[in-house]
DNA sequence: CCATGTTATATATCAAGTTATCGTTTATCA
DNA sequence: TGATAAACGATAACTTGATATATAACATGG
């Protein structure tokens, strides 16, 4: 079965970089729910920005994360429920709602640190080791590379490399 | 402002692949809309599809669209109500249905390959140019250019050629 | 100093993808 | 041949992005 995206090149780049990164989503998904690991894969980068960069009011951190303003806040409230960030006013704009980590917030990020993301890291990693040539040719290649080992079987290879490296 | 996925790097590159893909998207929408065009960039591949494979059950479509076949069913609702394609039940086989090209569809998909289309791919060809190196390199470059040029100013650059091409 | 404009966030709605599940229809095999 | 399994497509519910707009707080010029 023919795959159009791929047969269509640039013309359909964008439809195409947004399978490949659902896709990529969804598997990394797969990997923190074997993880025991109950947060989506996707409020990672929020939390991330947030321990890497400190409080910051909401539209700041639309920015950092590149996506627009209403995607955080909605984020935001989501995450406050989950009790992993917090919410706080500015004291000098009372326009403005400082987010921050809470101590749970901020316990989950050490783990992932340590325990989960490296291994996620490592498994991209491995999905694209060894990529060159033109663009559309590299994402081809993460495509069928996908296909033949998800991610989740590259994730346990690190694991099992990272398991040995502390073993040593 | 740091941008996180970016700093992030492999860890989220699913997140980032949808950002750039739905930023291409709706840059291509916007030239859409500025050649009078009246349908959502995203439906392209489906008629494309149709156009190139000619007519194929839900099901294939799906496969050779790569999404899956619910999103095939809803966008073909969607375009048998614009006029742009039509279902038709399978001879030896009550449970499929055969979705087609109509008249219209075939028209608008004729015009939009001679119009269209190429000044769509000229502009993304021109943001993909001279790319090399590792993929997230390729990536932060296609983000800045991007962000320098949006995608409407390309094929504006593009179509300028093509003209010129023309009247030679 | 207040009317007006701007900025920050929230809310509403839309778009396009996903998974899970259901009803039909077809296929298989004991 | 008839019971059961598999395949196909539709529907429901959810996710995660978008845009447009409303609301509230701040800034500023006359």
Redesign the pocket.
Known sequence: MEDILRSLGFLCLG?RL??IG?QLQ?DTQRVLDGLDVRI???QYPLLAALDRLGAL????LAQSLG?????V?????LLTELGLVE?SPSND?????IVSLSANGQRLVDTAKRDVWPRIEDAVADLCADLSGPLLGQLATIEDRLAATPLARRSEKAGAVAAKAVAR
């Open positions: 439809s947004k399978r659902e969804a989506q894969s996707s009011p909401v539209g700041e996506v627009a303003q209403p995607g806040t909605r984020a935001v409230s919410v704009d009372q326009r403005r709602r």
